[in-house]
Nanobody, 125 residues
């Protein structure tokens, strides 16, 4: 079982950058695809990015492509999300989770489980 803990959120002006971290306990971390999702007030949780277990394949939502970069360090059991050129519409609580349903879509919420508490990202205009 992998239990994530997100950190690195905060308040930033539009155009700024943040790097989120997701430290996950569990000896099997390196065997899982890891994903980042976000949830804005009054909206459903949505896919942001995912990375293969080796880190050689990445997947992004169209809304963040070219601005966000996902990476992982399996030696540290940590996944990162570097966010550049932030926009007010990026404001949300950001969550990471392992993709526990092998063979399922990378982009679907139901493919992931064992959610952390999330970290708040607020982008001011």
């Amino acid at each position: 079982q992998v239990q994530p803990v997100e950190s690195g959120g905060g308040l930033v002006q539009a155009g700024g950058s943040l790097r989120l971290s997701c430290a996950a306990s569990g000896r099997t971390f390196s065997t899982y695809v890891m994903g980042w999702f976000r949830q804005a007030p009054g909206k459903e949780r949505e896919f942001v990015a995912a990375i293969s277990w080796k880190g050689d394949s990445t997947f992004y939502a169209d809304s963040v492509k070219g601005r966000f970069t996902i990476a992982r360090d399996n030696a540290k059991n940590t996944v990162y999300l570097k966010m550049n050129s932030l926009k007010p519409e990026d404001t949300a609580v950001y969550y990471c989770a392992p993709k526990t349903r092998r063979g399922a879509s990378y982009y679907t919420l139901a493919s992931y489980d064992y959610w952390g508490q999330g970290t708040q990202v607020t982008v001011s205009s």
